[in-house]
Nanobody
Framework: QVQLVESGGGSVQAGDSLRVSCVAS????????????MAWFRQGPGKEREFVGS????????LFAESVRGRFAITRDNAKNTVYLQMNSLKPEDTAVYYC????????????????WGQGTQVTVSS
């Protein structure tokens, strides 16, 4: 089992930046944080959960949704069991609960590829 805890959400103005974090603990016996691909999803008010971006186990590869590409970045620190989502040039349409997810497989964009989920952190962007 992997527990994921997000933090760093809040209320900001359009155009601001915000970084949210996700810490994983504990990891399965024999596995470490670096064994998992990680992703961020979000769910806005009245919307379905959608893929934001993902990062491979090594951090060498990332994938982003078209709506955030060029504005958001994902990094990970395997020594700290932490993945980060840096959000720049935020827009009101970025308002959502942001979820961290971990996968034993790849860093795809589909929710069903991810085995563990955090509880989410709220990000609100006002115009």
């Amino acid at each position: 089992q992997v527990q994921l805890v997000e933090s760093g959400g809040g209320s900001v103005q359009a155009g601001d930046s915000l970084r949210v974090s996700c810490v994983a603990s504990p990891v399965d016996s024999g596995r470490t944080f670096s064994n998992y691909a990680m992703a961020w999803f979000r769910q806005g008010p009245g919307k379905e959960r959608e893929f934001v971006g993902s990062i491979s186990w090594s951090g060498a590869h990332t994938l982003f949704a078209e709506s955030v590409r060029g504005r958001f970045a994902i990094t990970r620190d395997n020594a700290k069991n932490t993945v980060y989502l840096q959000m720049n040039s935020l827009k009101p349409e970025d308002t959502a609960v942001y979820y961290c997810a971990a996968s034993n497989r790849g860093y795809g964009s589909n929710w069903y590829e991810y085995d563990y989920w955090g509880q989410g952190t709220q990000v609100t962007v006002s115009s």
